[in-house]
């Protein structure tokens, strides 16, 4: 990978890869690209909705106090 940012965003699928190799439950061939795809798809997914929800979460608390 020579671009930081397809690096970081593709990280969190790596690291679940590589718990899976050392477990030794990992995927080869199009397993392991769906297993990175699908982790970072998620951990991205997950992030984004929290951060969000915390922020209309923070909108509502400061509207509610005038």
Not at 5 to 15: R, S
Not at 45 to 62: A, E, P, Q
């Amino acid at each position: 990978m020579d671009s930081i940012p397809a690096l970081v965003v593709i990280a969190p699928g790596y690291f679940v890869q590589a718990w899976l190799f050392v477990t030794h439950r990992a995927l080869g061939g199009l397993g392991h690209d769906l297993t990175i795809i699908g982790a970072s798809a998620t951990v991205w997914t997950l992030l984004f909705v929290g951060v969000l929800l915390g922020g209309w979460r923070l909108l509502r608390r400061v509207s509610r106090r005038d």
